[in-house]
C-alpha cells in the first residue's frame, strides 16, 4: 500500500504541471480571440475572456478541493455550476 503522503505529492504534481498547462493556454487564447476585433469591443472581449477564464480556474480549483476534503461535496459543486450555466426559458 502506497504512503497517503506519496499519493498527496503525486497529486500536487499533477496540480503544477496542470497550472503550467493553464498558463500556457490563458495568454495565447486571449491574444487570437482579440485579434481580429478593434476599439472598445475588443476591451469588452478580453473582460469577458478573462472573467470565464477565472470563474473557471476557481470552480475546477474548490472542485478538486471538495474531492480530496468531503467527496459528496464534489458533485454538488459540479451540478451547481452546470445549473448556473443552463440558459434561462422565457416565460
Known amino acids: 500500500m502506497r504512503n497517503p503522503r506519496h499519493k498527496r505529492q503525486l497529486r500536487f504534481g499533477f496540480r503544477a504541471v496542470a497550472g503550467i498547462?493553464?498558463?500556457g493556454?490563458?495568454?495565447?487564447?486571449?491574444?487570437?480571440l482579440t485579434h481580429g476585433v478593434e476599439g472598445t469591443m475588443r476591451a469588452r472581449v478580453a473582460a469577458?475572456?478573462?472573467s470565464s477564464f477565472t470563474i473557471g480556474a476557481s470552480l475546477s480549483f474548490?472542485?478538486?478541493l471538495a474531492g480530496m476534503?468531503?467527496?459528496g461535496?464534489?458533485?454538488?459543486?459540479?451540478?451547481?455550476a452546470v445549473a448556473r450555466m443552463r440558459p434561462k426559458k422565457n416565460a
Open 21 to 23: 498547462a493553464l498558463a
Open 62 to 64: 474548490l472542485r478538486a
Open 48 to 50: 469577458w475572456y478573462t
Open 73 to 80: 461535496l464534489r458533485v454538488v459543486i459540479s451540478l451547481l
Open 25 to 32: 493556454m490563458y495568454v495565447p487564447r486571449l491574444q487570437a
Open 69 to 71: 476534503y468531503m467527496p
